[in-house]
Structure formats: C-alpha cells, structure tokens
C-alpha cells in the first residue's frame, strides 16, 4: 500500500477478490489508515512549531539558545509544548515498534521522515527528555554490531572443514541493511539542522558515529545487498563500499559544519567527544587486546573529530584550544602505549594546523592609521601563539614517561622545521624548555633538543627577537658544556661561531669606522645610534605584529663577550677535544671579525680573554697528572681486559694541556700578525704586564 502510494496510484481492492484477501487486505488498510493518521499529528507538532519560530514565540535551532522569562510564552510554542508531553511516549512507542517489523523501503521511509520531524520540533522546544528518548530509539536501528556471545558461538559452531575461513569472517560481520543505513541518514539529518541545541544529547548521537566509524574501516564490513547476492570473489570495489562511502562523507561533513555553529555549541560537542573518549580510557588496560580494539576505536574516532573541529574552527581557535589539548594531554598519560603515540600525533597535528593557518602568515600594515587595528591582531596572535606552545612546554616538564618527552621533542623539532619563521611571542618558552633538555641525561632526549636549537641556528636567527638573542647564547653554551653526547659539544661550539657571525652584522651595521685606525667606533648607547642602524632594525622585523612596541637598541658588545665568556669557561673543560675545539672557535671569531672591534673591545678582549686564556692554559699543563691513560676497555683476552691504545704523544693529561697551550700560543701569534699594528696603538699595550 505505502509502496503504490508512493508512486502515486491510489490502491484499491478487486471486487472479485477472495474473501481471505479482502480480510488480509481490510487488516492492512487499516494499519495504513492508522500509520497516515499517526504521521499526520507528528508533522502538525512539526508545522505548528515551525510557526512558532517564524513568529518569533522560539529561537531557531540555527542560533543560540538563550533562554529568557517570556520564553514559551507565545499561544503557538504552548500548544506545541502540550502536544509534546502529552503526544511523545504514545508515537515513540508505536513508531519503534513500526520501523522494527517493517522491511519496505516507502514504510520504511515515512516512518524516519516522522522520527526526523518529531526529533527536531523537540529539539525546538528544548523538550529534553522527548529528544533523547526519540535519538536513543533511532540510534538503536542505525548499526548492529555483533556482540562476543555471538562471535563466540558461531566460532563453536564452525567445524574444522573447507568452509572454516567462510566461517571466520562471518563470525566477524557487520551487515548494514537499508533500514540502518535510512536511519543513519535520518540521524545525520537530526545532527544538522538541531547541532546548535543538542547539548548533552550529543553523546548518543558521537555513540552511534563511533559504531559507525569502526563498521567502515572493518575488513568485515558489507552491505545486506552485496553480502546476499554476490560472490566473495566477485565483489565490485564500486559496488560494495558504495554505502560506506556515502556514509563516511556525511560523517565527515558533520564535523566540518561545526565551522558554523556557535561557540558554546562546538564546546558541547567536544565536551561529548571527551565523555565518549574518557569512558573507553577507563575500560581500556595497559596492554592492547582485542578485547579493548573497540575501546581503542571509540578513543580514535574522538581524537580524530576533535582534530577535525579543531582544523575547521581555526579563526576562533582560542577558546576551543584547552577543551581539545586538555584531552590529548590526558591520553599522553595513559599506561597504553598506543593512546599516548596517538595523543602525540594529534597535538602535532594540532600545533602545526594552527601555526600554519592564515592568521600567522599576514603581515600587519605599516599605516599609522591602522595602528589599532595591528594591536588588536599582535594582541590576538601572541595570545593564540603562547597557548599554542605552552601546551607543549606543560607536555614536556610534566611528563612521567621518557616515551612521552622523547615525543614532545620531536613535536617541537616538527614545529620549528614548519612553523618556525611564523614564531615571535612563544621564543622565551622555547628556548626555556631547549635549556632544560641540554642537562638531561639520556642521550635521545638531548639529540633532539639539539636538532631544534640547530634549525633555530640555520634557519631561525634573523626571525628571532633580538631580546632573545643572549638566551640562545646561553642555551648553545649549554649544550657546549653537556657531558651526555661529546659530538653535540663539538657541533654546538660551532654553531656559537654561527652566532658571533650573525652579532657581528650588527656591530658592522651599527658602527662608524673610526679614521686612520681601522678600528670600529662602537657607541652601544641608545640615544648615540645612528638613524641608519635603527632604521635597518625596524625593517628587519616589519613582518611582526608589534614590531614598533618591540624595537630594542640590542647591545651587540655584550652579546659577543657573552659569547666570549662561555667560551672561556670551555676552555677549562675536561675533555680536550671540547677545549680544543673552544680555543680554535675563539681565535678564529676574533681572526674574522677583529676589524669590525672598537679600541674598548680589543682592549677588554686582550686583558679578560686572551692572556687569562694563555695564563690558565700555561697552569694547567705546568700542574697536571704526569700519570699514562690506558684507553677505553673494548674486551678482554686470556681473562685480562684489554685497552684501545692511546698515541704516547697524548696519554696524559699533561701532554694534553700541552696541545691546547700549544693552539693558545698559536692563535696569539695569528692575531698580532694580522693585527699587530692596530694593538700597538692600544694605551696598555706596552705596559708591560703581558710580557
């Protein structure tokens, strides 16, 4: 009968017909008659509530909903609540009981048009526990999973034969009729048009797409049609996932359409991602099972979502930001290994989605007309961009598991290779947290602290504020001095050289060259600068929110000694590959740059630097152990240990001192042949206390 109707013929029975058909068919049509009338009060409660939001008596479900004392006061929006009450137990209860003996598609249809028109007048309303009631009976027809007790019986009931892999995957089958798929449609629908009031409600909805989501990425996943009429090995792609794919699309496109919601609703559905994700962490063990695979699914379907609306709400990311970390911050800690490398990878995605949105790429204009505007975007960026990275800081130093920091760090290290010349606020907790990976003592941590300072190195100098400077010069002398890795020494002796060279452009820049000297004149007060240098600073960090408010006359003097300082201590290390290295570093910067040093400088660097160098050097050779090293044991032989040889120019620490007295004396010479008759004009020079 639904079936006729549905193309438009009206059904009529024969006259001719027997008198068992004439009952069958009076019994069916009155069952019609009654389904008719039943969807006719469900759509008069939709019509009349529409109404009632055209008037204005209620908000539209497409804005917020603040409730007010006049609400519901309208004559229209009182019938329709009334209705409600007295109407819902009666339709939900015969709708239900309807859709579950029904198997033909016009029926089938009419009755998820009736739920879908009822569900969302409740919606309207707020009629709570209405809507609830009508979402939990639709989601109880949308996807059946099969539950253990009848994996396990068809598993006991599988003989040992040809057909026990047919067996094992029916076992494992998740059959999607084209009632589950109509419902799954009609849900979808729902979740649309009511996302900005469900509220609470949203975690039926999130159970169900959760089901859903696992159904589609199983192996064992058909449709009723395909599963029935064609062979396993004849199965077409197109054919088979045709449903799912459909499906997947709408699941997706759900969480996209948050970008249109309102604030407070995007909240709602994360806090209901968070609740479904939270319940399946408290079932889910240390160890991964298959008895917790679809905890698991329901924890990653929520991870992904939030991602999604993350990604989709970038140009409010801000108040959503805590609600999304918040979780992955929580699942970092869980005793399950796989949850914390998901929750790793979803805050580097995260990071990295919105450090590389729009925002971060525009430059602010120059026009002092505009100057509001450009504070109320650096105020808004730096706000965003402190967040953003803090996140990874707390990660870091809160962490109980090395896994845990290893990951934050190549997080950081991932972040900085993409992001990094988008930064600007966030560099003194970056390079804070950097510091703090120099002293740590397992090696991988401490090589991948030092991948980061390395792109900062490379690629990140002339972005970097120029008030941070001289805390990456003490981060880099940090990982000078670490014991844990003696190639990260040696490497970030280097990258201090990388450093003076990069100070040394603002000693050229900001200089006058003093005539008939060859040295540089550098007057390192504020108000003596010349315009030129300033000028060349302001346009150098021109692509910065705040670069007007964050303009500093860096003293680049005391940038270099500090370099020089750190250099000096290294001098006095232990291991003579590391001093070696420092001693060199030190009279090569000076080789290089030694003509752009005013008469002050060079005179600070001979008397602070350089003869205390010669002078500790000459020490400590003069005083060490005279005792031969035996090398580092590589096995035993004939039950002795057995030692690497050590050349007998070098197996003591005296002979050691020796060298680097020797490459001290060495760079003395190089200096006063390149410049020997620019020092001799020094006041002190000849004053006799170096001779």
């Known amino acids: 009968m639904f079936s006729s109707k549905a193309k438009g013929i009206e059904w009529i029975l024969d006259n001719d017909a027997s008198s068992a058909a004439v009952l069958v068919a009076s019994e069916a049509h009155a069952i019609t008659l009654a389904i008719e009338g039943l969807l006719g009060v469900v759509f008069t409660v939709a019509t009349l509530t529409d109404e009632a939001v055209d008037v204005g008596e209620l908000e539209s479900p497409r804005y917020e909903h603040h409730p007010s004392s006049d609400y519901y006061t309208g004559k229209t929006s009182h019938i329709c609540i009334s209705m409600v009450d007295s109407l819902w137990l009666t339709i939900l209860d015969a709708f239900s009981l309807i859709l579950s003996r029904s198997q033909g598609e016009a029926i089938l249809l009419e009755i998820l048009k009736g739920y879908q028109a009822f569900t969302q007048a409740c919606g309207v309303l707020h009629a709570v526990e209405p809507l609830n009631s009508f979402l939990a009976s639709l989601c109880k027809f949308t996807i059946v999973l099969p539950t253990d007790t009848e994996r396990r019986s068809s598993l006991v009931q599988s003989p040992m034969s040809k057909r026990s892999e047919i067996q094992v995957d029916q076992k494992d089958a998740i059959v999607l009729t084209p009632k589950n798929v109509q419902a799954l449609r009609t849900l979808f629908n729902v979740a649309h048009r009511l996302h900005n009031v469900l509220g609470p409600s949203w975690v039926l909805v999130l159970e169900t797409l959760a089901a859903l989501d696992r159904a589609i990425h199983s192996p064992h996943a058909i449709t009723q049609e395909v599963a029935t009429a064609v062979p396993k090995l004849t199965r077409e792609p197109s054919r088979q996932y045709a449903d799912f794919s459909i499906l997947s699309s709408l699941n997706s496109q759900l969480f996209e359409s948050s970008a249109l919601m309102h604030v407070s609703a995007v909240k709602s559905l994360l806090s209901a991602l968070h609740m479904l994700s939270h319940q399946s962490m408290t079932e889910t063990s240390g160890s991964v099972s298959s008895a917790s695979s679809k905890q698991i699914g329901s924890i990653s379907f929520s991870v992904d979502r939030m991602i999604s609306i993350l990604v989709n709400n970038l140009h409010r990311v801000e108040p959503l930001w805590d609600q999304v970390v918040g979780h992955f911050l929580e699942l970092a800690e869980h005793s399950n290994q796989n949850l914390r490398n998901m929750a790793l990878d979803a805050l580097d995605q995260s990071i990295c989605a919105v450090l590389g949105s729009e925002q971060f790429g525009e430059d602010p204009p120059r026009s002092r007309d505009t100057t509001l505007d450009v504070e109320s975007k650096s105020t808004e960026l730096k706000s965003v961009e402190c967040v953003v990275l803090s996140s990874l800081r707390g990660l870091y130093f809160s962490a109980q598991k090395a896994d845990v920091r290893v990951g934050s760090l190549k997080i950081l290290l991932r972040v900085l290779e993409r992001c990094g010349e988008k930064l600007y606020y966030s560099w003194p907790g970056i390079l804070e947290m950097l510091r703090s990976v120099a002293d740590a003592s397992e090696k991988d941590v401490a090589t991948l602290g030092f991948q980061s300072l390395r792109v900062i190195m490379s690629d990140g100098l002339p972005t970097l504020p120029e008030d941070c400077l001289h805390v990456c010069i003490d981060v880099t002398g940090a990982y000078s001095a670490q014991k844990t890795d003696l190639n990260i020494s040696l490497t970030a002796i280097g990258l201090l050289w990388t450093l003076t060279d990069f100070i040394a452009k603002g000693l050229h820049h900001g200089c006058q060259v003093e005539k008939g000297s060859g040295f540089s004149n550098v007057d390192t007060s504020p108000q003596q600068t010349n315009g030129e240098g300033v000028e060349e600073h302001v346009v150098s960090n021109s692509n910065k929110p705040d670069f007007e408010a964050r303009i500093q006359i860096v003293n680049h003097e005391k940038l270099l000694f500090l370099v020089f300082s750190l250099i000096q201590k290294l001098v006095d290390d232990d291991r003579p590959e590391v001093r070696n290295s420092a001693v060199r570093t030190f ?92 020092l001799e004009s020094l006041p002190n020079f000849w004053s006799g206390e170096w001779l």
Not at 590 to 617: Q, R, T, V
Not at 635 to 642: D, F, P
């Open 587 to 678: 009279f090569q910067i000076l080789g290089s740059h030694g003509n752009k040093l005013s008469k002050s400088m060079w005179e600070d660097c001979l008397w602070n630097y350089i003869f205390p160098m010669l002078d500790s050097a000459s020490h400590k050779a003069a005083t060490s152990s005279k005792d031969e090293w035996q090398g580092k044991e590589i096995g035993t032989r004939g039950g002795k240990a057995v030692h690497m040889l050590i050349h007998h120019s070098r197996n003591t620490a005296q002979k050691q001192w020796d060298e680097t007295f020797v490459l001290v004396l060495g760079g003395i010479a190089r200096l006063f042949r390149s410049y020997f008759p620019l």
